[in-house]
Each structure stands twice: as structure tokens, then as C-alpha cells.
């Protein structure tokens, strides 16, 4: 069993080491001069202009409040909130604008703490992304495990993210195989 998981969390790092190499707007909250990060030279960077960096290469620009998340590619509380509800109306999983909204939001996540930690936002903003998170995180798996007996759709493959599909695929395998022992069929 120890494998099933260590080769289910192998694979969701890499999604997520793929997710951080996209890139993301980012806006200059103050000027600075140019900086090296990774060997490599950045900047300068002039306040209120909108940059476009990896993700993992913006975060320190981020955690030294040289740079924020550009509006356009935020991710709080209210749009987890979004995801939560579409989840909810929805008996099918709803096809997402991108395959990494997962991957998103766990690293966004991280930016809502620090903004708490900075008395930026309130805690309650903070306790809502978690609680709107974790609602869709379950609703999609509920909505997984259905699929999950079943052979699954070209439609219902476009909805899935990269992380779901490697999920789905240990799920089905083994509930096949399960189902297949106590119906008597041969494997």
C-alpha cells in the first residue's frame, strides 16, 4: 500500500513542479533596482507595472513586498468560492479554465496566510478559503469515485486536472480489480 501512495504523491509533485514553472502576472508594488535570483539578473522593476514571471520565481519578489499577485491572476477566498458553488450545482465535475485550479489554489493558499500573518486580510478570509476549499476538493472526489466504476467518457475526461486523472486512474484500477474479486469474473 505504501507504494500505491508514494507513487500517487511522486506524481502530484511533479503537477505541482509543472503548475510553478507557469508563469503568472504579477504587479510592482514598489520601484527596485534589478536583483539576481537563481543566477539569474531581474528587474528593474518599476511600481504599478505588471510583470510576468514564473511562479516560483515571483514568490520572492512576493514574500518581500516588492511585487503582489496581479488581479488578474489572483486566487482568494472569493474564488474558491466560485469553484465551491459550481461544484456544488453541478452533478458532473465542471470542466475548469485551466487542468492546475488545484494546484492553484494550494499554492495560493499560501499567499492568503501570509497576508493574515500581515494583518492584511482578516482571519476569517483565511477560514473561508479553507472551508471553501475542502468543500470542493470533496464534492470533486465524490464526483470521482461515481465515475470511478464506471469506463470514463472523452466528456468526462476533459473536465478532470492532471492531478484527478492520476487519481482516477489508481481509483478505477482498483475498484475494478476489487469488484471483479467478489462478482467472480476473471482478472
Not at 531581474?42 to 507595472?49: R, V
Not at 499577485?69 to 474558491?80: L, P, R
Not at 472551508?131 to 469506463?151: E, P, Q
Request: with cysteine; glycine share 4%; aromatic share 12%.
Amino acid at each position: 500500500m505504501n507504494k500505491i501512495h508514494d507513487n500517487l504523491i511522486d506524481s502530484l509533485n511533479r503537477i505541482n513542479f509543472i503548475f510553478k514553472n507557469d508563469e503568472i502576472y504579477i504587479e510592482c508594488i514598489k520601484d527596485q533596482n534589478s536583483l539576481s535570483i537563481f543566477g539569474e539578473s531581474f528587474g528593474p522593476f518599476e511600481k504599478g507595472k505588471k510583470y510576468k514571471l514564473k511562479l516560483f520565481l515571483a514568490i520572492p519578489f512576493i514574500e518581500n513586498n516588492i511585487m503582489k499577485i496581479a488581479s488578474s491572476d489572483k486566487c482568494d477566498h472569493v474564488d474558491v468560492q466560485r469553484y465551491a458553488i459550481a461544484e456544488r450545482d453541478n452533478q458532473r465535475l465542471v470542466q475548469q479554465d485551466t487542468e492546475y485550479f488545484l494546484n492553484k489554489i494550494k499554492e495560493f493558499q499560501f499567499f492568503t496566510q501570509e497576508e493574515v500573518k500581515a494583518g492584511i486580510k482578516p482571519k476569517a478570509d483565511l477560514d473561508r478559503f479553507y472551508s471553501y476549499l475542502s468543500s470542493t476538493i470533496d464534492g470533486r472526489l465524490l464526483k470521482l469515485l461515481r465515475l470511478s466504476r464506471t469506463k470514463l467518457s472523452l466528456d468526462d475526461e476533459k473536465r478532470l486536472t492532471s492531478s484527478e486523472k492520476i487519481l482516477f486512474n489508481y481509483i478505477h484500477e482498483h475498484i475494478r480489480t476489487w469488484r471483479n474479486f467478489f462478482l467472480g469474473a476473471n482478472q
